[in-house]
């Protein structure tokens, strides 16, 4: 059984930055894509930021230059450092691997 655990969420502002750790359980981590979503009251939930089981990065194009993915292996973890913080930032931000698992979220808002 795969468990996400994600931390780091919390209220900043804005040009602020957080630090978002998802911690998973079990042995597939390594060999999977890893990405971070983020859902807004009123929205769909979507892609962050993902990184492959190679290293490879992908960013959504309203946190390129902002937002920096990255994953460490040996302890099932990826992060996501957000840096220069907007309002529009707010959301509920959830990690996800190999497009199966999902963690329960953690709450980032950026307001003044």
């Known amino acids: 059984q795969v468990q996400l655990v994600e931390s780091g969420g919390g209220l900043v502002q804005p040009g602020g930055s957080l630090r978002l750790t998802c911690a998973a359980s079990g042995n597939i981590f390594s060999y999977n894509v890893v990405g971070w979503y983020r859902q807004a009251p009123g929205k769909q939930r979507e892609l962050v930021a993902r990184i492959s089981s190679g290293g490879s990065e992908n960013y959504a194009d309203s946190v390129k230059g902002r937002f920096t993915i990255s994953r460490d292996n040996a302890k099932n973890t990826v992060y996501l450092q957000m840096n220069s913080l907007k309002t529009e930032d707010t959301a509920v931000y959830y990690c996800?691997?190999?497009?199966?698992?999902w963690g329960q979220g953690t709450q980032v808002t950026v307001s003044s």
């Open positions: 996800n691997l190999g497009f199966v698992f």
